[in-house]
């Protein structure tokens, strides 16, 4: 059974600070996927992960993917306000016929000012 | 921009009670999924179509929670009787097919039940 682990499951920032979420998965993948959650929303797709080194950035954002290693990584750069959410990492494996995501328990990011 | 559509948006019932919850995917896609997150928890998937066809309900609870993609568009999915642990927000998700292709989130249905 594939498991997702991400660390830290919450984190408080100050503003303009920098930090990084940890996503450590269990078993083979090649495609990893980042997700933003807002109090009571629905999930926003932020960045997909296909290859090994893989690497990319929007805004303060961040990610990277090492599947060797078998780990993720969204690094914040000079953090806003407008950051605070919940960040969830989703890994895509193999079930059978059919692809399926396991999502990590996610960060709950509070950035102060 | 095409989206997953769902409702109610928010639903209260008594334990005991049965409940439905309605999705509609973006136009085109053959897989839909129904996915149970708990409070404080990343969402889990409870069934997965491709098309009409069921390809994946290996953690929905057969006892009382049933799902249907009748036509292989809109889904629906039922809780008969709801029990206080089954407080959740469910998300319904779609995509173009279930071979590795990016799925989309719907807004999500609130459950509570007291």
């Known amino acids: 059974e594939l498991k997702v682990e991400q660390n830290p499951l919450f984190l408080s920032m100050q503003e303009g600070k920098n930090y990084t979420i940890y996503c450590n998965y269990s078993?083979?993948?090649?495609?990893l996927y980042w997700y933003r959650q807002d109090p009571g929303k629905s999930l926003e797709s932020l960045f997909v992960?296909?290859?090994?080194?893989a690497v990319k950035q929007e805004g303060r954002l961040m990610a990277s993917l090492d599947t060797k290693a078998r780990l993720s990584t969204l690094h914040i750069t000079a953090a806003v306000h407008d950051l605070s959410a919940t960040y969830f990492c989703?890994?895509?494996?193999?079930?059978?016929?059919?692809?399926?995501?396991?999502f990590g328990k996610g960060t709950l990011l509070t950035v102060n000012p | 921009e095409a989206e997953v559509a769902q409702s109610p948006r928010y639903k209260i019932t008594e334990k005991s009670q049965a409940v439905a919850f309605w999705c509609d995917p973006i136009?085109?896609?053959?897989?839909l999924y129904w996915y149970r997150q708990i409070l404080g928890q990343g969402p889990e998937l409870l069934v997965q179509?491709?098309?009409?066809?069921?390809?994946?309900d290996s953690q929905l609870p057969k006892d009382r929670f049933s799902a249907e993609r009748l036509k292989g568009v809109d889904s629906t999915l039922k809780i008969q009787p709801a029990e206080l642990g089954d407080s959740a927000m469910y998300l319904c998700?779609?995509?173009?097919?279930?071979?590795?292709?990016?799925?989309?989130f719907g807004p999500g249905t609130r459950l509570t039940v007291t």
């Open positions: 998700a779609s995509s173009l097919g279930h071979f590795s292709y990016e799925q989309y």
């Open positions: 992960l296909l290859s090994n080194g």
């Open positions: 136009s085109g896609h053959a897989t």
């Open positions: 179509f491709q098309d009409e066809s069921v390809v994946d």
């Open positions: 078993t083979t993948s090649d495609r």
């Open positions: 989703a890994v895509v494996h193999s079930g059978g016929s059919n692809y399926k995501l396991t």
